[in-house]
Nanobody, 113 residues
Framework: QVRLVESGGGLVQPGGALRLSCAASGIIFSIYVMDWYRQAPGKERELVAAITRGGSASYADSVKGRFTISRDNAKNTVYLQMNSLQPEDTAVYYC???????WGRGTQVTVSS
């Protein structure tokens, strides 16, 4: 059974930082591309960042230079370090892998003063 479990969301002030984690089980994590998506109220889900099994990363233009995706294959975990957060980053953040199209349940990130 495949499980992706996100953690690390919360309420942060503009300019603040959060680190999201996604723990995976039930898959051979090291061979999977891993993604982070987000969905804001009233908007479609969008791809935020992706990382290949070799560690190559790609980002949406809206988060380049502020967010960093990384992975620890020994811990079966992918991370999203989010810096300089802005109110428009408020969304539910989801962990995903395109191989098998598995999704986590999401973690809420709210950026507000």
């Amino acid at each position: 059974q495949v499980r992706l479990v996100e953690s690390g969301g919360g309420l942060v002030q503009p300019g603040g930082a959060l680190r999201l984690s996604c723990a995976a089980s039930g898959i051979i994590f090291s061979i999977y591309v891993m993604d982070w998506y987000r969905q804001a109220p009233g908007k479609e889900r969008e791809l935020v960042a992706a990382i290949t099994r070799g560690g190559s990363a790609s980002y949406a233009d809206s988060v380049k230079g502020r967010f960093t995706i990384s992975r620890d294959n020994a811990k079966n975990t992918v991370y999203l370090q989010m810096n300089s957060l802005q109110p428009e980053d408020t969304a539910v953040y989801y962990c995903h892998t395109p191989l098998g199209n598995y999704w986590g349940r999401g973690t809420q990130v709210t950026v507000s003063s």
